[in-house]
Every structure is written in structure tokens, then in C-alpha cells.
């Protein structure tokens, strides 16, 4: 069951590095062959790529489990990823930090109530300027998701 | 300064377990329902399910072929159907708006990525900035 008081809390600050190997894995793992991802020596990084900020994050930095979403009834419903200039290159160190920025309730379409919680990570550059943004949406079902393929 | 037409619907896979594998262990996600066989089927699936980023990932990658990896500025994804073993995802795209913003030409996308049951697996959208060579950057 969604904590509302989860509201509002915020994980530390932490750094993440944005590295040449792990931008070509990524790609590889999202099956691309562009070269701007595995070619370039200052390679781009891939739109989704932020996600992979799990592996920077630990329990002080990453504010979600505040959120005690019931994991049988949980669902990723939405992700977006704003970039307020050309995504993050290879050589970049971030310095991030992720906020539960939003609960709210939805009525279901076949019934029962749909509680919303998203997840906001601001990333700033050696400077301290916002350079991107991520926002997961995390969604708790009055009943478990549907297993049918 | 026009938008480069949408490239042809591009096919992946049969997708496979190994496929899960690789995009969860590149990503960080180990939730075990992913890959773990005996999970999954304890927690009433069928087999495992590919992690939702993986196709958004693969989604928003076809976009940046056609619109350039520089130039993205957002991507949101609705995750809808789950992807299983086996199956074949098809992504293509289509022009919403054309317009100027702070000086700058932009472009916004709707993106989707169907299974080949004509499901969708996942539903995107994108913004592109637009330079006056198209999508080379």
C-alpha cells in the first residue's frame, strides 16, 4: 500500500559517470548498430540510457522505497526523459538526485482506484547546470496485473 | 529545415530469454520475474517477461536513427502489453507537429512498438530539435 507521507522525500546527491563501455552495452542490450553509440570515442548516450542510474544509486540516494508500493500489485506505467540540450556524452560526471515528486489517484477503467506515484532525477553537469531529467511513473492496482500473453 | 520522412517499420527479434538477460544486466534492473523461470511461473506467468525499458529502449533508439541521437530533447513511454519469449516487435513513427520554440526548430513524434499480434507493447512520444542538415549531427 502506497505511504502518501512518501511525498516530497528526496534521496542524497549522487554521482554518476557516463562512460564510453557502458553506452555500447547499452546499446547492444537495446539492439542498436547506430555509431553515434558504439562508434564515436565521445559516444552519445541513448535516450533511455539515465535508467541505468540503479547502478549509482543505494538506499540513501534512492528515495522509492519510502513510496512502499505492494510489489505484486505494482506496475511501471509511464518513463520520460527530458534533455535540455544534446543528451549526456561519454566523459561526462553527473551529479543527480531523485525526488518522489508526485501521489495521486485515478479511478480504473474496469474499477477499483489506480494510486500514481512518480519519481523525478534532475542531473546537473560539473557546472551545475540541469542538463536532463528523468521522471518514472509507478502505478499500484487494486488487483494484481493480468498474466495473459 | 524539413523533417526527415519516417524510415520503414523496423522488425526485432524473435526475442529471446538471452535478450531479457543482456538488456537486464545492462541496465541494473535484476528483478528476478525477468529471467528466473521458477519465479515467474510461482508468481502465475506463463515464462518470464522482458523488462519495459528494454522495448522502450529499443523504441526510442529507432527514433534517434531517423531523427539523431544529438537532437533528442524528450522520449516518454506508456508501457501496455507485456513482451514474451518469441515474440517479434515491429517500431515505426509518424510527424505529429512541426514549430519553433526559443529559436529553435523542433519536431514532435508519436512513436509505437507493436508485437506481432498487433498489440502494443509499448506507446512513445518524442521531441527532436531540427537542424538545417536533417538528422546528421
Known amino acids: ?149 | 529545415m524539413t523533417v526527415p520522412a519516417p524510415p520503414a517499420a523496423m522488425v526485432f527479434g524473435p526475442l529471446t530469454r538471452t535478450d531479457f538477460v543482456r538488456y537486464q544486466g545492462a541496465s541494473g534492473d535484476m528483478v528476478p520475474i525477468h529471467h528466473d523461470e521458477t519465479f515467474a511461473r510461482a508468481a502465475g506467468f506463463p515464462s518470464p517477461f522482458s523488462v519495459g525499458m528494454m522495448q522502450a529502449g529499443v523504441l526510442a533508439n529507432w527514433a534517434t536513427d531517423w531523427l539523431g541521437a544529438e537532437n533528442v530533447r524528450r522520449y516518454r513511454v506508456r508501457f501496455k502489453e507485456q513482451v514474451w519469449p518469441g515474440d517479434v516487435l515491429t517500431c515505426s513513427g509518424s510527424v505529429e507537429r512541426e514549430y519553433e520554440q526559443l529559436g529553435e526548430r523542433k519536431v514532435d513524434v508519436a512513436l509505437i512498438c507493436t508485437r506481432q499480434t498487433g498489440g502494443v507493447a509499448v506507446q512513445g512520444w518524442a521531441t527532436f530539435v531540427l537542424y538545417s542538415n536533417g538528422a546528421q549531427s
Not at chain 1, 547492444?28 to 552519445?44: G, V, W
Not at chain 1, 505492494?70 to 527530458?82: C, K, N, V, Y
Not at chain 1, 495521486?104 to 506515484?117: A, I, N, P
Not at chain 1, 560539473?126 to 488487483?143: F, P
Request: proline share 6%; no cysteine.
Open chain 1, 1 to 149: 500500500m502506497v505511504d502518501r507521507s512518501a511525498l516530497g522525500a528526496a534521496g542524497e546527491w549522487f554521482e554518476m559517470d557516463v562512460e564510453r563501455g557502458k553506452i555500447r552495452e547499452f546499446a547492444r542490450a537495446t539492439l542498436s548498430d547506430n555509431p553515434a553509440y558504439l562508434a564515436d570515442e565521445r559516444a552519445i548516450s541513448e535516450p533511455t540510457f539515465l535508467t541505468t542510474m540503479i547502478f549509482w544509486q543505494d538506499e540513501s540516494s534512492n528515495p522509492w522505497d519510502t513510496v512502499a508500493m505492494d510489489q505484486e500489485r505494482g506496475l511501471h506505467a509511464e518513463q520520460e526523459f527530458t534533455f535540455f540540450g544534446p543528451p549526456p556524452r561519454a566523459g561526462t560526471r553527473l551529479k543527480a538526485r531523485s525526488t518522489i515528486s508526485a501521489i495521486y489517484d485515478k479511478e480504473g477503467r474496469r474499477g477499483g482506484t489506480m494510486t500514481f506515484v512518480e519519481m523525478t532525477t534532475d542531473f546537473h553537469d560539473a557546472d551545475g547546470a540541469l542538463v536532463a531529467q528523468s521522471k518514472m511513473t509507478g502505478v499500484e492496482t487494486s488487483r494484481p496485473p493480468d498474466s495473459a500473453p
